[in-house]
Every structure is written in C-alpha cells, then in structure tokens.
C-alpha cells in the first residue's frame, strides 16, 4: 500500500510518497515556502494563505503522479502562529507566522512586552494547564496582540495553516489535530482552554473541533479518486514518532532549531513546555534551544570578508568540522543565545585572548555550549529521570563528531544515533502503517 505524506514546513512544502509495505519514503517533491509579505513593520512576519496553498498543491499535484494508486494523504505542520476565518471560512488576515516577534514590542500605553503582560493574565495554574507555552509567535499571543490592537474580530475562526490548507485542498471546514493546539488546550481537559482565552481578552472566537490523529477530516479527487486526508500533526512530533522515540528514552535533536525532549504516559507539567503526544499521551520538552540557527550566525561572520571579495567558500562547514579535531576551546566561551531561546537571549563571546581565537576554539566552544544547554534542559523536564538512553538525531551530530563526544561527556547513558534524513515524512509513514 502506499500513500502520500506532505509535511508543510517554514522553509519548504515537502512531500514523498510513502510505501507502507517496504517503510520507506519514496519520490521527495519540495516547493519553497512563500516568502513574508512586504512592507510589513520590523518583526512582523506574515505570509500569503493563498500562495501556501497554491505551492502545498503543486507538492501534491507532482506526488499524486507519482502515484496514483495511493489510497490516503497525512499531513504535518509546523506548530504556532495563526489564521483568522470569517463564518464563510474565507481567510480575514494573512498567516501570522510562529516567526512573527511583534508581541515582543511593548503593550500600548505602557514598557512591558505585550508578551509579559499576556502571561500576568493567567493564573499559575491556567499557565501549567496551558503546557507552560509562552513564545513570541504563538497563536495565543498572536491573538493577544490582534485583541490589544482591536484587530480581532468577534466570532472569527482561528486554525493553523496546515488546518487551513487541507480545509482548501478538501473543500471542508478546518478541524485541528491536538498536536498542533501548543498553548491553547487544556491539558487538564483535553479540550479548549476557554477560561485562559477569557482572562486573555480573546474569547469569543470560534475555535475548530479539537480531533485525533485516526480521523479523516476531508477527502480530495484525483483521476476520478477520492482520498482521504488527515489533520496535519504537529512536526515536532512526526520527526520524533519518525526516529521511534521511545518512553524510555530522552530526545536531543540538534538541527536548525534544537529541543529535548521526553515521552509522558499522564500529564506531569515540569520546569519545561508540556504538549500532547499521541493516544492520550504527552510529550514533556524543552523547545528553542540554541543550535544550527546560531552557529550559521557564526559562520556567516567568519566568511564575510572572502564573500565582500567575491570568492565562494563551498567548503566552510567541512572546515569548520576540521578544525574542531582539536576538541579544546582553550578557554574561550561561546554563548549561542543570540536569539531569544531557553537558554536566555543575550548570546555573548567571552575569555578571549591573543592565543585562543581560533575558528576551532570558538566551535568548540559554541558544542561545550550546545551540550551544557541539553543537559540543563534535561534536567527541566523531570526531576527523577526516567530514560534508560538518548536518542540524538538532527544533521548537527552527524556533520560534526566534536558535538557527538561533548555529548556523550556529559550524559551518562548510552546514545542512539539516529541518521534519518527525511524524520518527519518518515513519522507520517509509521503513523500510516499504525492505522492512525
């Protein structure tokens, strides 16, 4: 049997046909992801619905093709950020994007980041019932900031855009996985946190039915086919079902972005974001953590003067990879926080003398960094752990040895190496082949 997988990620729409029978993913079809629209203030990110759509078809058009014989779509999609709906379920405003930073910006009339005063709103209680999910471009504080600006209309329809998207390709009305409820549901409940919206100042919204993954929400024609299609899971937690992660085992995920992460049979709110996993289960994490973002910034900088000349360094991660054989920062310190993130956001490079400014220092320092970061954010999630591995997965680990031996130092459990390169389509698959 196969069928297709479309994960509708911020940098591109990829897709591959997944065949259940051999497990792999087959035939990868990418699009780009539409660029921010233009004009907008410093910090606001939003992004056209209908060129997501039109590019999330295209990915579709290319797979159903490929394969014409599959038999169902499942869906994933990155997590925060907002569409608002009018009652004919037409689009109202653009796709406020997860990377949107306006609600960092002072509340009016006052000093405070809207962002603060949003959460002095809620209860200790409501916040933890919340999964302790506070970032800049949340769909609650999204909503926040529209309701503080008078920008939210009564009775609007607040999705995802994988919600969004799939309602397009369907011709539906939207209905929204859990997994992609970060910082909406109450995890107490399992339903819509309508008392933390109230002391938000942002009910009277209609939210989408709240489904679980084993739920078609529409269905799509093709050759004279119809296929079912699913709500878009969370990608977080498709790259995570796709490496297999265990209960028994702690996630690393050193990429672009970085988080650890933890399997939870009940609800057990830690020092960390709390978020639903699959069949009744969550998934304690810390998300954030600084990583590839970070240490492109450093590259970046390190190349900037053979780029003003004209010359192209193809080589600089493999470089960089070499220098680090030297496993020392003799030294130096490196902290990545130069955007806000779990470990602060005041990133700084520090003990700098005559002899230690090196490239490979200031990468070793930058992985001591890394792996002091994990551990820490570790220990948020539980104060007993329960994990018997890790499980390490992300490009970051792979590409670069001096990373994997810092964090093999500082854990004592053994590592598995997960080398899986398409993780979330990979996670799409094994739900397929699950029934869900």
């Not at 539906?172 to 970060?182: D, L, V």
């Not at 964090?407 to 990979?426: D, G, I, K, N």
Request: proline residues 5%; contains cysteine; glycine residues 8%.
């Amino acid at each position: 049997m196969r069928c297709l997988g479309i994960d509708i990620g911020s940098s591109s729409i990829k897709g591959g046909v997944l065949n259940v029978a051999t497990g792999r993913v087959e035939h990868i079809e990418k699009a780009a992801f539409p660029g921010p629209v233009n004009s907008l203030p410093s910090g606001f990110h939003e992004v056209s619905p209908a060129k997501i759509v039109q590019s999330t078809r295209q990915v579709l058009q290319s797979l159903l093709q490929a394969a014409p014989d599959a038999e169902h779509v499942r869906f994933s999609s990155q997590m925060g950020g907002v569409l608002l709906l009018n009652q004919q379920q037409q689009p109202i405003t653009n796709y406020l994007s997860w990377r949107d930073q306006r609600s960092l910006l002072p509340a009016p009339n006052s000093t405070t980041p809207l962002l603060h005063q949003l959460r002095t709103s809620w209860t200790d209680q409501q916040f933890e019932d919340l999964g302790k999910e506070l970032k800049p471009g949340s769909a609650t504080t999204l909503l926040y900031w529209l309701a503080q600006a008078r920008q939210l209309p009564q009775h609007a329809v607040p999705v995802t855009v994988g919600d969004y998207v799939i309602a397009e390709l369907c011709g539906t009305i939207p209905r929204m996985h859990r997994s992609q409820g970060i910082g909406m549901l109450n995890l107490q409940t399992n339903d819509w946190h309508h008392e933390a919206f109230a002391a938000a100042g942002i009910d009277g919204l209609h939210w989408p039915e709240p489904i679980a993954e084993s739920e078609p929400v529409g269905q799509l024609s093709f050759n004279g086919r119809r296929l079912n299609c699913f709500a878009a899971i969370g990608d977080q937690q498709a790259a995570l079902l796709g490496i297999d992660l265990q209960s028994t085992e702690l996630s690393i995920n050193c990429s672009t972005g970085s988080q650890v992460s933890q399997i939870t049979s009940t609800f057990q709110p830690g020092n960390c974001q709390t978020r639903c996993w699959f069949n009744g289960q969550f998934l304690n994490t810390v998300t954030h953590i600084p990583a590839g973002r970070s240490l492109t910034i450093l590259e970046a900088l390190l190349t900037e003067l053979p780029r003003s000349a004209g010359i192209t360094l193809s080589n600089s991660w493999q470089l960089i990879a070499a220098a680090t054989d030297c496993d020392t920062s003799n030294g130096l310190s490196c902290d990545l926080s130069f955007f806000s993130s779990a470990m602060g956001d005041a990133g700084n490079i520090s003990h700098i003398t005559t002899e230690n400014l090196t490239v490979g220092n200031l990468f070793c320092a930058a992985f001591d960094f890394m792996a002091d970061s994990y551990l820490e954010c570790s220990r948020r999630l539980t104060d007993t752990p329960a994990w018997t591995q890790l499980a390490v997965s992300g490009g970051l680990v792979q590409a670069f040895p001096a990373l994997r031996r810092r964090l093999a130092a500082r854990f004592s459990w053994p590592l598995r190496e997960v080398a899986e390169q398409e993780e979330t389509l990979m996670g799409l698959l094994k739900m397929a082949a699950a029934g869900h």
